[in-house]
């Protein structure tokens, strides 16, 4: 069975400093990772895929198939990156699709 | 991309009663489905919306407890029936474009059961 384990419920970083939102996976064939994110009042939205190995909103993310691991990573943090955060591996069809559990990050001033 | 209405985007109700959410796509859709997001919890799908024939239901959720419906290729309605305290979540809609791992997802319905 396939499992996506996000060890932080709650992340606080400052303004400008570096953030990692960690997430790990379980799963025994070929892994199509992604990160989705929701900003307060708005809805859950896709934010990257490993797939397409691009930068959006200064955020990347590599998947690394030694450590399972595919961690959200922005070297500046920003004030509008306060969201919600989940990690998310698609195994099949659209219907596997395994969440994790989500870290609330914050940005402070 | 697909934009969803759903409908209602909060309710409150008492125990026992049972609450039908629409959800409203802009362009027609193979794949639909209703996830749960209890809170601090992660999203859990409840079921896909198949157009046509009976929803295809995960595990732990059984038609009773949620019938859904699927008319037509942009909308589908999810029924909680017989309420309870433990049903207080958030539901929501979503939609795949293609059969990958990217869904595009309605603004929720938040239901408090009493």
């Known amino acids: 069975a396939q499992r996506v384990t996000q060890p932080e419920k709650l992340l606080s970083v400052f303004k400008g400093a570096p953030v990692e939102l960690k997430c790990n996976y379980s799963y025994s064939g070929s892994p199509e990772l992604f990160w989705y994110v929701q900003y307060s009042r708005q809805r859950l939205q896709l934010l990257l895929r490993?797939?397409s190995r691009e930068s959006i909103k200064g955020f990347t993310a590599d998947l690394n198939k030694g450590e399972t691991s595919f961690h959200l990573k922005k070297p500046f943090a920003q004030e509008e990156d306060s969201a919600m955060y989940y990690c998310a591996l698609h195994s099949g069809s659209a219907r596997q699709l395994t969440f994790g559990s989500g870290t609330q990050l914050t940005v402070l001033p | 991309s697909a934009v969803i209405s759903q409908k209602p985007s909060r309710d409150i109700c008492q125990r026992g009663t049972s609450l039908t959410i629409q959800c409203q796509v802009d362009?027609?859709?193979?794949?639909m489905f209703w996830y749960r997001q209890q809170p601090g919890q992660s999203l859990t799908l409840i079921a896909t919306a198949n157009q046509g024939s009976e929803a295809t239901y995960e595990s732990g959720f059984v038609i009773d407890k949620f019938p859904i419906s699927r008319p037509n290729l942009t909308f589908s309605t999810l029924t909680v029936s017989n309420m309870s305290p433990e049903d207080s979540s958030i539901y929501l809609c979503?939609?795949?474009?293609?059969?990958?791992?990217?869904?595009?997802f309605g603004e929720g319905s938040r239901l408090t059961v009493l």
């Open positions: 490993h797939i």
């Open positions: 362009s027609q859709v193979t794949m």
């Open positions: 979503s939609v795949g474009v293609l059969d990958t791992g990217e869904l595009f």
